[in-house]
């Protein structure tokens, strides 16, 4: 990539109109030549959209559902610390510390903390 001048997550463009799930250490990377240094990317920014970045943190209980948001508007979240089920109502996916998932948030959707102090980021993401 650096040899082309062409940022990674450009090469690794996907299409983020489905749910998509990283496994903690899965995905696409790259890793430097001179340093112990790995990067995994998750997911890349769209031209034009805007990304608000949120830190969760959670408790088993009630699960927090949330109405579809704009058209367009898509959720990423990270598990830092403990176990959640996370995604859209109809299909929600558990998710352990280090996963990643990218889901349209047009949609209804779900976090069910499954462990105490269950620790995510979110980004939210509207084109």
Do not use: W
Request: charged residues 20%; contains cysteine; aromatic residues 6%.
């Amino acid at each position: 990539c650096v040899a082309l001048d062409i940022p990674f997550a450009k090469l690794m463009e996907a299409n983020t109109a489905q749910t998509q799930v990283i496994r903690f250490g899965e995905g696409p990377s790259v890793s430097s030549e001179i340093a112990h240094y790995q990067a995994i990317l998750l997911a890349n920014c769209p031209t034009g959209a805007r990304r608000d970045v949120y830190i969760l943190t959670t408790h088993p209980g009630e699960p927090r559902c949330s109405q579809p948001h704009p058209i367009g508007s898509i959720e990423h979240i990270i598990i830092m610390k403990g176990k959640a089920k996370v995604g859209l109502v109809s299909e929600p996916i558990v998710l352990n510390e280090g996963d990643y998932i990218c889901y349209p948030a047009d949609q209804a959707h779900i976090f069910e903390a499954l462990e105490h102090d269950t620790r995510a980021i979110l980004i939210s993401e509207q084109r």
